[in-house]
């Protein structure tokens, strides 16, 4: 009896992991995840650990931001201060997608410049757009993100219509 609740505290975790191991297989996969991840009604679980498993161990999170005095500047997250920050500042429900994609491949590196735009609800009206500018890292075997660095239409800036393909 004991081997089969086993079973069913193990199995599912070996699923999951299966299940996300195309995560990281191409250069959609991972974007897809990346926005995928982040997404869910106020309240909703996200899964961190998928999240986490997306970076580099040395991977930043780079929002532009404007600072207490109005100045444009930025701050550097590391995956789990994106999580804490995002966990905490997110009461309301979290939805972004891809609109537009530019790609750019060489050897080990690929740089995607990502139009996004977000909601608070999955069927709401959009509360900002912006670009991400997504490096990945391509070690042979699978890609991770190295960076994610962007900047949202809130900061005062209109997204190109070349962007919005």
């Known amino acids: 009896m004991k081997k089969y609740i086993l079973l069913l ?8 992991a299966q299940n996300h191991s ?10 897809a995840a990346l926005y995928h991840v982040i997404c869910g009604e106020p309240g909703e679980t996200r899964d961190w650990n998928r999240f986490k498993n997306l970076f580099a161990s040395d991977a930043k999170l780079i929002p532009t931001i404007k600072n207490q ?10 995956p789990d201060e994106y999580v804490q920050l995002f966990s905490s500042r997110i009461p309301t429900g979290f939805f972004e997608r891809e609109l537009h994609r ?3 491949q060489f050897g080990t590196v690929t740089h995607a410049f990502s139009t996004y ?5 999955k069927d709401g009206p959009v509360t900002n757009r912006g670009i991400n500018s997504i490096q990945l890292f391509f070690d042979g075997t699978r890609y991770y993100i190295m960076n994610v660095y962007w900047c949202a239409e809130s900061m005062g800036y209109t997204l190109p219509e070349k962007y919005l393909k």
């Open 69 to 78: 005095d109005g100045k444009i500047t930025y701050r550097a997250l590391t």
């Open 117 to 121: 735009e977000t909601r608070e609800r």
């Open 102 to 104: 530019v790609t750019e």
């Open 9 to 16: 505290f193990v199995l599912p975790a070996a699923l999951q």
């Open 22 to 31: 195309s995560d990281v297989q191409s250069v959609d996969n991972i974007i």
